[in-house]
């Protein structure tokens, strides 16, 4: 059984996906993203999907209680059980606490949290340059983009030194390429 329960951390553009599909493969861990998930929810045009689709058009995050359903199910599936990287979630203190939760009714804890740093100009050029090349993401134009990016800063952040507090937090550098990026990832799971 894999010892790796993982929470990847990071802003929008702090290239928390690319690590996510790095850490996935080697490991063999179950890649739970709440985007992806959400994506394909709209795209299906499912009761979920509907819920979710304005507050994802705006960059905003879409409400706990929904979220913490669709995890509550989802990490009781049985891929979970070999190990798995959540990306994406927790978003927000309440989802964070709500996730201690779950952990606890299945009986595992988290082994560690990866917060991927960048700095604010970086992220701000990072965003722009994925806005112009379009990506494809609905809620990929440059107004949506900065708003995601205040919404980490004043939703999500606080999970940091909610980590932090718990002795889980390891802290990357985000900046380089996303080769050096991964190794440093290996060593702070290592
Ligand atoms: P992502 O691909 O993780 O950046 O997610 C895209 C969008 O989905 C976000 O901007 C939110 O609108 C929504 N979303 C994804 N994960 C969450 C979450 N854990 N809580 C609330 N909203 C979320």
Redesign the pocket.
């Known amino acids: 059984m894999s010892e790796l329960r993982l929470i990847l951390l990071g802003a929008?553009g702090a290239g928390k996906g690319t690590q996510a599909k790095i850490l996935v493969d080697e490991h063999g861990l179950a890649h739970i993203?709440?985007?992806?998930i959400?994506?394909a929810a709209v795209k299906a045009e499912s009761d979920l999907g509907k819920m979710?689709k304005d507050?994802?058009d705006k960059?905003?995050?879409?409400p706990?209680s929904l979220?913490i359903d669709l995890m509550r199910e989802r990490l009781a599936e049985d891929d979970c059980k070999s190990g798995f990287l959540l990306?994406?979630?927790?978003?927000?203190l309440e989802?964070g606490k709500a996730l201690d939760g779950l952990l606890e009714e299945l009986n595992i804890s988290l082994s560690h949290v990866v917060l991927v740093k960048v700095d604010d100009d970086e992220l701000l050029k990072r965003i722009e340059n994925r806005a112009a090349e379009g990506s494809g993401r609905s809620?990929d134009n440059i107004e949506v983009a900065k708003n995601?990016l205040e919404v980490y800063r004043q939703q999500t952040e606080p999970l940091v030194a909610y980590y932090a507090d718990k002795g889980l937090l390891k802290s990357v550098d985000g900046i380089g390429s996303v080769e050096e990026v991964s190794e440093r990832v290996g060593v702070a799971l290592s």
């Open positions: 929008p993203s709440t985007g992806d959400l994506r979710a507050y994802m960059g905003e995050l879409v706990d979220i990306d994406g979630f927790p978003r927000t989802q809620d995601r």
